[in-house]
């Protein structure tokens, strides 16, 4: 079974969820900082990355020529340069090609990127074996400014891929409104190069032809409020600040029986406590055994950020290792979101709807994925994904450190990195749930 969950830089949760990663998850992205203009001369596509204070070439293709360069760098993602400090390239057939991609790769995902092109395009890199299998990265150029992008990730090798695809091929694609054309680049080791072969076909065909834009302005945010079965005002919310989502419990400060914003008192989990508490998690757990149930009064409402509806898939994890799902759908009928829940899902089924490998959940606990489509969609249409958790100061996972959205990097991929500009909803996951997005009782089947 492919597993895919991928951040897009909307650009890998490399898993969720793992679900992530993995994906489209507009899907504007707009720098923060500003960039100086990227001239792509004779090549049709130029990428750089802002390292540190520097800007450093990634790739660069000339479609009519057929020339291509990837820059190298290091598994700790700095410029590899030469005795004169120019950036150095490296190309099929070199020692270490996958290990060099994955690399570059890292960067595309974990750095703010500058675009110089001419035309919008969708860049898919075969990568390697990622997280969730056979990974596709992708990037994505809007045209409007250099920072106008995304990156996504998926695990699709349909056209303009095929399942014997080298891991390098990469293709260059102008994506109109039903058909796509371009070029394929395959890796040819022996000649130490790739070569060209134009390419074209229908977008349905093709998970690869999308520029990831699906009309959704990410991150987006979303509310959960209502009262439990047990006499608790609770309320779950992701402002859309890049911070991800939070649990809440109200407390009447001043007995008065009207709720204050200051009067909110976030839920967390303590598991080097004395003895360890996981408060967070028995909210999670209640809310979603309410809403499966009847039991309790829940309302909630889901927006991008433009404020236009979505529908809403939320994963949380527990330190048990099982899931919470909580899911909105939006009824334009009753201009209202439909709630449903599953407060116990097992990492089995987990791994069945492709959201986490085989092998092992590498997501840590306490993690959230939210995935999000236009509101109102047909039960079949897919989510994107992003994914939060905690993490220290240094990147390093930690329970009672800032929380802020994740993708899953590096050669193993099972390390979950903090990503750049989380607010900037530029990082997206696409996966595709061969068993859908939300899990059918039993899970996994009988």
């Known amino acids: 079974m492919k597993r895919f969950f991928t951040f897009s830089r909307e650009s890998n949760f490399h898993s969720f969820i793992s679900l992530l990663t993995i994906v489209t998850m507009a899907l504007t992205v707009i720098g923060v900082f500003p960039k100086p203009n990227v001239q792509a001369n004779t090549y049709d596509v130029v990428i750089e990355a802002t390292i540190g204070q520097e800007d450093y070439k990634v790739l660069e293709i000339n479609n009519t020529t057929g020339d291509v360069s990837f820059y190298e760098f290091t598994v700790d993602g700095d410029p590899v340069l030469d005795g004169n400090n120019d950036q150095t390239t490296f190309v099929p057939g070199d020692n270490d090609f996958e290990d060099r991609l994955i690399y570059l790769n ?25 997280y969730y299998g056979d990974t596709i990265t992708q990037v994505c150029y809007d045209g409007d400014s250099s920072t106008d992008y995304r990156v996504i990730q998926h695990n699709e090798l349909d056209a303009p891929f ?9 293709a260059y694609m102008e994506v109109g409104e039903t058909t796509y054309t371009g070029f394929r680049y395959t890796p040819n080791s022996p000649l130490g190069q790739w070569d060209q072969a134009a390419i074209n076909g229908s977008n349905s065909g093709s998970t690869s032809a999308t520029t990831g834009n699906d009309g959704i302005a990410r991150p987006v945010r979303f509310t959960i409020i209502g009262t439990t079965s047990s006499g608790k005002v609770v309320k779950i919310e992701d402002k859309g600040d890049g911070s991800g989502p939070h649990g809440y419990v109200w407390e009447d400060d001043n007995g008065d029986g009207i709720i204050q914003d200051d009067e909110w008192k976030e839920v967390k989990n303590d598991p080097d406590g ?3 508490t996981y408060e967070l998690d028995e909210l999670m757990e209640e809310v979603a055994n309410d809403i499966e149930n009847g039991l309790g009064f829940y309302t909630g409402e889901a927006y991008d950020a433009n404020n236009e509806k979505v529908d809403l898939v939320l994963y949380y994890k527990t330190h048990s290792g099982s899931y919470v799902g909580i899911r909105m759908d939006y009824s334009s009928s009753s201009d209202s979101w439909v709630l449903d829940a599953k407060s116990s899902i097992s990492n089995e089924c987990m791994v069945y709807l492709g959201y986490i490998p085989a092998e092992q959940d590498y997501n840590p606990d306490g993690a959230w994925s939210v995935g999000s489509r236009p509101g109102g969609s047909i039960p079949e249409a897919g989510y994107g994904f992003q994914n939060y958790a905690r993490f220290d100061d240094d990147g ?6 800032t929380q802020t959205q994740y993708w899953y990097g ?24 061969t068993h859908g997005a939300w899990p059918a009782d039993p899970c996994p089947p009988l």
Not at 106 to 122: G, K, N, Q
Not at 396 to 401: E, H, Q, R, V
């Open 106 to 130: 890292d960067v595309i995902i974990f750095s703010s990127l500058t675009i110089a092109s001419s035309s919008e395009f969708a860049l898919p890199i075969f990568v390697g074996d990622g």
């Open 162 to 170: 095929i399942p014997a695809s080298l891991i390098g091929t990469f």
């Open 274 to 276: 004395d003895p360890p």
């Open 396 to 401: 390093n996972k930690d329970p009672y450190g």
């Open 410 to 433: 590096g050669a193993s991929n099972t390390t979950p990195d903090p990503v750049p500009n989380p607010g900037s909803g530029n990082i997206v996951a696409f996966p595709v749930l």
